[in-house]
């Protein structure tokens, strides 16, 4: 039987990569929450304006942003489930 378990200090730079992943996940969320605000902007002046494409695509806009601020929130908790899947397999 084999059991490898990922080697934290293995290589040089892996906290310098950690840093930067840290770095690329809050710069994701913060895109995510300024995509979130114009698509809102955009969805209220295609409602108030009584412009039906303008809104479904404020609409569209609010739910991709939120989806990636969920994939970009919960990326490290995917990545951990399924490497405990992976690892019961």
Known sequence: MIDIDPNTD???GIE???VIVG????VGLILAVLALIISAVVWGYGANS???H????????VLVSCGAAIICG?????????WNVGQSV
């Open 50 to 52: 009584s412009n039906p």
């Open 10 to 12: 293995g290589l040089p």
């Open 23 to 26: 770095a690329a996940m809050t």
């Open 74 to 82: 919960a990326s490290v908790t995917l990545v951990n489930f399924f």
């Open 54 to 61: 303008l809104a479904s695509r404020g609409k569209v806009g």
């Open 16 to 18: 310098q990569l950690r």
